[in-house]
């Protein structure tokens, strides 16, 4: 099936790192992605990973990917408030001639200053 | 480059009537796909359209309907609007069918059903 988990909420204090974690289901999933969502606001994309790699650097972000275990996470470096927001993991599914994302219900990030 | 950008921003409508939104693509990207966010959740696939044509459908009855125009703009309908169908409706741009490198949203068009 398709499916995407995510914790609901993670609070960190200002400087701190935060890692948001997610499971996904379909193994043939060919990139996975990280989206951010500010009140009010459509998706911003964060950062994505192919699936034959194990970790993407990109500046304050690190992803990593668990293929076996279908486990992806989002690590942010020197958390700011301006971080806080929703932050939804998604995969990629292709069916056909078509390609969509799945994504997670969001973990809101509340940062503390 | 300009991005995706979709109209209205916000709009209320009342239950049974119709609505329109509307999705310009970001330039060069030829494939478009609509999304339905309910508060409090992640983002749900209502179709695609590529070359003017339905290009892959979710779970979502036939009163959701859509076109796509040669300059690769894009329309949402719905039809008989029920109160379960207030959420943001997001408007995704990419290169070509079935490619998910890179989805680009716009900001969103807010329904809400009263």
């Known amino acids: 099936g398709e499916d995407v988990e995510q914790s609901l909420f993670l609070s960190v204090r200002e400087g701190d790192s935060s890692v948001i974690n997610c499971t996904y289901t379909d193994s043939s999933s060919t990139y996975l992605y990280w989206y951010k969502q500010e009140p009010g606001a459509g998706l911003q994309l964060l950062t994505y990973?192919?699936?034959?790699?194990d970790m993407k650097q990109d500046q304050r972000l690190t992803v990593l990917l668990n293929k076996k275990d279908k486990h992806l996470s989002l690590r942010i470096a020197d958390t700011q408030t301006g971080d806080s927001a929703i932050y939804f993991c998604a995969e990629s599914m292709r069916s056909g001639n078509t390609g969509k994302l799945i994504f997670g219900q969001g973990t809101t990030l509340q940062v503390k200053p | 480059e300009t991005g995706v950008t979709q109209s209205p921003t916000h709009l209320i409508k009342t239950r049974g009537q119709q609505v329109t939104l509307r999705c310009s693509s970001q330039s060069g990207h030829n494939t478009v796909s609509w999304y339905q966010q309910a508060l409090g959740q992640g983002p749900q696939f209502i179709f695609q359209y590529y070359r003017e044509e339905e290009n892959g459908r979710g779970n979502f009855p036939p009163r959701f309907s859509g076109l796509q125009f040669p300059n690769y703009s894009s329309e949402l309908n719905v039809n008989a609007l029920e109160l379960d169908d207030s959420a943001l409706y997001l408007c995704a741009s990419s290169l070509e069918q079935g490619a998910t490198g890179e989805l680009f949203f716009g900001e969103g068009s807010r329904l809400t059903v009263l």
């Open positions: 990973i192919f699936s034959n790699m």
